[in-house]
């Protein structure tokens, strides 16, 4: 296995810390977070993205689509997460809260259910930036999420 076989990518700003990458038949779950923050939690057609800061700032989320589990090989990253989720028609993209598609759309395969490991760096410089007087507003591209997605019976 050498890489993945396509991908997409957006840059956008999180609305109220949260990116949503959506499937076909995407909806808000009800809780998504149940009192705790991970970095991510998917329900069917839904995968949300928490971000470590509230400040505008524009985050980069590359989704990859890969045809088995991917290499481990993230070692880099400040946190990572893996999740499975259902997919209506096997095709994802990162929304703006479910109003407007960010990213082209991603074609993962056919509809089923698919694992997706998320991995986010750039924490610390958002951070570090973030409490320098006068930074940049927004921050652009601190934060870098990382989606690989493959089906979930390989």
């Known amino acids: 296995m050498t890489g993945p076989l396509d991908s997409v990518e957006a840059l956008l700003p999180p609305d109220h810390g949260i990116i949503i990458v959506a499937g076909a038949a995407a909806d808000f779950l009800a809780d998504p977070f149940s009192g705790r923050v991970p970095l991510c939690t998917a329900g069917d057609d839904i995968l949300y993205l928490m971000s470590a800061s509230g400040s505008y700032h524009c985050a980069r989320v590359v989704l990859e689509a890969w045809a088995a589990a991917p290499p481990d090989d993230r070692r880099d990253a400040d946190a990572q997460q ?14 703006g809260m479910l109003e407007f598609r960010a990213s082209p759309v991603l074609t993962l395969g056919p509809p089923g259910r698919y694992h997706a490991q998320v991995s986010v760096t750039g924490r610390a410089e958002l951070r570090r930036i973030e409490a320098q007087p006068g930074h940049p507003i927004p921050i652009m591209d601190a934060e870098r999420f990382l989606v690989r997605f493959w089906a979930a019976d390989n």
Request: proline fraction near 0%; charge should be negative.
């Open 82 to 95: 893996q999740v499975t989720l259902a997919l209506s028609d096997g095709t994802v993209h990162v929304s």
